[in-house]
C-alpha cells in the first residue's frame, strides 16, 4: 500500500503526451502515449521497435514501489498515436498509424491512418504482435481497449468508406455498412490479435468510440460522440434506417438527442451496452443544444449495476437537469457534467467545475473513474485561480470560485492555484456528497487523459507545460524525474486515497461515529460505532486544511469535548479509521 505521493514528470526534450493507463492485480502501472523522443533523460535502456523517427508511440512499466522497470517505443516513419494501454497476461496497445514502415506482423501498413493493436511482453516489454487495420477502403483510428481473461475489445472510428467488417454468431450486433461520413468502429479479438467479430456503431450522422468497459460478467459498455439527430425505428439491433442505434429496456433512461432542443447543434454523447451475446440491451444519447465532447479513454466506468460518465458541454442549461440529491451545482454555460446510472436509469446528475476564460470544448479533457468502495473520481480542467472559503468547503461553490473539500488523513491536497489551465481532482461519496476536491498542477497548463484506481491508490496522468511549482514528488525507490524537459512533457501522479477508501467504507449508521449537536458551539458529543469492543480510544479533531487541532481520550462510548475555543468553521473528527466533520458555530 502506498503512503507517499508519487508525482513526477515523464517525458524528454519534445513533446510527450501520456493517453491511457492500467494497473494489474500486483500494482505495477503501465503508461502509453505518444511522443517526438527517442530519448528520455531519466530512462535507460529504451526498447526500440520499428524505425521510429518522427513521432511515435510509447509504453512504460512501472513496479508497484513506482520504479520504473521497461520502457518501449515503437512506430515507423510517418506519424503515430499511441491511444490507450491494456494489461492482461500481454500488455496491449491501441491507436493509429500513417507509416508505410509501421513494424506490422499482421496486415499490411500503409500511408493510410490505419487503427492498430499491438501487443507486448508482460514481463520485459518486448514485443509479440502488432496488427494494423486493413485500409483498402477506410481510414480508422483506435482509440480504447478493454479485456479480460482472452478476449480483447477495442473501439475508435471508421471513416471514407466502409471498413470490411467480420460477422460471427458469437456477437450478435453486426452493422456492416458505414451509415455516415464517419462511424464508430467496435472489434473484438482474441489474446493473438486475431479479429473474432468488427462492427460499425452509429447512423448517417458521424461517429466516434472514445471509451470501452467490459465487466467481469462479460457485459460491454461504449461511449463516445455522434452528429446523428434521432433515433432509428429498429429497436435494439442494427438500424434499418438512417437514425442511431435505439434500445430502451423497460425502466431505463432514453434522452432525446440535444435533450430536445431545437435547433440542435454539433455533436451528442451516446452510452450503449451490449449483453455476454453481443445483443444491443441499451443506447441512449445524453447532451443539450450545443456542443458535448468525450475526449479520453477514462470518461466512463462501470461498478457492478452502475456507469458513471463524465462530460464536457458548451451549454449546460441546456442539457438534462440536475437530480437533486448530494452534491448539486448549476452551470449555465461551458464546463463539465457528471451523471451515474443505475441499472440503465438516471439516478444522478450534476454540473460541475469552474471556467473563467472560454476554453474551446474541445480542450476540456475529463476522467471518471470508480474507487474500490463505489465512491466517484473526477477529474477535469479549471481556470478558476478563486478558490472557495472554507465555509463554503465540501459544497457547491459560490460563481467563479474553485471547490475545495480537504481530505482527512494524508490525501494530497492544494488549496491555491498555481496559474494556467489546473486539474481538479474531486472525490464523491456513495451517497453523492462531495469528500474531497482539490488543485492540481504547476504555473502553466494541465490536461488530464486517465484516470484509474487500485485499492488506496489513485493514479492520474495527462500532461502539462508547467516548468515552475508542479507538486512533484518521490517515495522512495520510485522513477524520479523532477524537471520539466521541454515543450510538452507528460506527468504521472499516484496518490494515497488510503483515508478517502476507509471512510467510504463506513455504511450503517451502527458503524458510524456519530456527533451532536452538528452544528455545535460550546460542547460536542462524539459517540462511537456500536460494534467497537472497547473505548479507550483517541479522538484528533482537525481543521479542514489537515492540521491537528486537538486529542481527546474517549473514556466512554459517549464523550463531551470542549469546543469553545475553536473559531467557527467546518471541523473533522477522526477515531482511528473512522470520520466525521462538524460545524462549529
Known amino acids: 500500500s502506498p503512503s507517499q505521493d508519487w508525482i513526477t514528470y515523464f517525458g524528454g526534450n519534445d513533446s510527450d503526451v501520456i493517453n491511457g493507463s492500467d494497473t494489474d492485480s500486483g500494482g505495477n502501472f503501465y503508461v502509453a502515449g505518444t511522443t517526438f523522443n527517442q530519448v528520455f533523460p531519466e530512462v535507460e535502456g529504451v526498447q526500440v521497435f520499428g524505425s521510429p523517427n518522427f513521432q511515435f508511440v510509447f509504453f512504460t512499466k512501472f513496479k508497484a514501489s513506482a520504479a520504473l522497470d521497461y520502457m518501449t517505443i515503437f512506430g515507423g516513419g510517418g506519424p503515430e498515436n499511441g491511444y490507450d494501454v491494456l494489461a492482461l497476461d500481454k500488455v496491449y496497445v491501441a491507436g493509429r498509424t500513417l507509416s508505410s514502415d509501421f513494424p506490422a506482423t499482421i496486415g499490411i501498413p500503409s500511408l493510410v491512418s490505419q487503427g492498430f493493436i499491438s501487443s507486448f511482453s508482460i514481463n520485459d516489454g ?13 481510414e480508422t483510428e483506435l482509440y480504447a481497449i478493454s479485456g479480460q481473461d482472452k478476449s480483447i475489445y477495442v473501439g475508435g472510428q471508421a471513416r471514407s468508406g466502409s471498413f470490411s467488417t467480420t460477422s460471427n454468431s458469437s456477437w450478435g450486433y453486426h452493422d456492416s455498412s458505414n451509415s455516415g461520413g464517419r462511424d464508430g468502429l467496435l472489434i473484438g479479438l482474441d489474446s493473438d490479435l486475431n479479429t473474432s467479430w468488427s462492427t460499425h456503431f452509429g447512423g448517417s450522422g458521424e461517429e466516434s468510440i472514445q471509451d470501452v468497459v467490459i465487466t467481469p460478467d462479460e457485459k460491454l459498455f461504449i461511449a463516445g460522440n455522434t452528429t446523428t439527430m434521432s433515433y432509428s425505428a429498429t429497436s435494439c439491433n442494427v438500424p434499418n434506417d438512417s437514425g442511431f442505434p435505439s434500445c430502451q429496456p423497460s425502466g431505463s433512461s432514453q434522452f432525446a438527442f440535444a435533450n430536445g432542443n431545437s435547433p440542435a447543434l454539433e455533436d451528442d454523447i451516446f452510452i450503449a451496452e451490449f449483453d455476454p451475446e453481443g445483443n444491443l440491451s441499451w443506447a441512449t444519447f445524453m447532451g443539450g443544444s450545443l456542443r458535448e465532447k468525450l475526449l479520453t479513454s477514462s470518461s466512463i466506468d462501470v461498478n457492478g449495476n452502475n456507469l458513471v460518465i463524465l462530460g464536457a458541454s458548451e451549454q449546460l442549461s441546456t442539457m438534462q437537469a440536475n437530480t437533486g440529491g448530494g452534491f448539486q451545482q448549476s452551470i449555465s454555460g461551458r464546463g463539465y457534467f457528471v451523471a451515474e446510472f443505475a441499472n440503465r436509469s438516471l439516478v444522478w446528475k450534476t454540473n460541475y467545475g469552474c471556467l473563467e476564460g472560454s476554453p474551446n470544448v474541445l480542450n476540456l479533457f475529463q476522467s471518471v473513474v470508480y474507487g474500490d468502495q463505489g465512491g466517484i473520481y473526477i477529474s477535469g480542467i479549471s481556470d478558476c485561480a478563486t478558490p472557495v ?9 459560490p460563481s467563479g470560485e474553485f471547490a475545495l473539500c480537504p481530505p482527512s488523513g494524508g490525501t494530497f491536497y492544494e488549496d491555491n492555484s498555481q ?26 497548463d494541465e490536461f488530464i487523459t486517465s484516470i484509474t484506481s487500485i485499492e488506496d491508490a489513485l493514479f492520474i496522468t495527462g500532461f502539462t507545460n508547467s516548468t515552475q511549482n508542479f507538486p512533484v514528488s518521490f517515495p522512495q525507490d520510485a522513477y524520479e ?9 507528460g506527468f504521472i501522479g499516484r496518490l494515497n486515497i488510503g483515508a478517502l477508501v476507509n471512510s467510504q467504507e463506513i455504511e450503517s449508521p451502527a458503524e ?5 449537536p452538528n452544528p455545535a458551539t460550546d460542547l460536542l458529543t ?3 460505532p456500536k460494534d467497537i469492543k472497547s473505548y479507550q480510544r483517541e479522538a484528533h479533531i482537525y481543521d479542514m486544511a489537515g492540521k491537528l487541532l486537538m486529542t481527546k481520550v474517549l473514556n466512554h462510548f459517549e464523550t463531551e469535548v470542549s469546543i469553545g475555543n475553536l473559531p467557527s468553521g467546518i471541523y473533522q473528527v477522526r477515531v482511528e479509521a473512522f470520520v466525521e466533520r462538524f460545524i462549529k458555530i
Open 126 to 138: 518486448q514485443s509479440i504482435s502488432s496488427k494494423v487495420l486493413s485500409a483498402s477502403s477506410s
Open 389 to 397: 472559503s472554507s465555509m463554503d468547503y465540501c459544497s457547491a461553490p
Open 419 to 444: 496559474g494556467g489551465f489546473e486539474l481538479f481532482l474531486t472525490a464523491f461519496a456513495t451517497d453523492y456528497t462531495m469528500e474531497f476536491a482539490t488543485y492540481f498542477g504547476g504555473n502553466e
Open 481 to 489: 524525474q523532477d524537471y520539466y524537459a521541454g515543450n510538452t512533457d
Open 512 to 516: 458510524r461515529l456519530t456527533l451532536f
Open 526 to 528: 462524539i459517540s462511537l
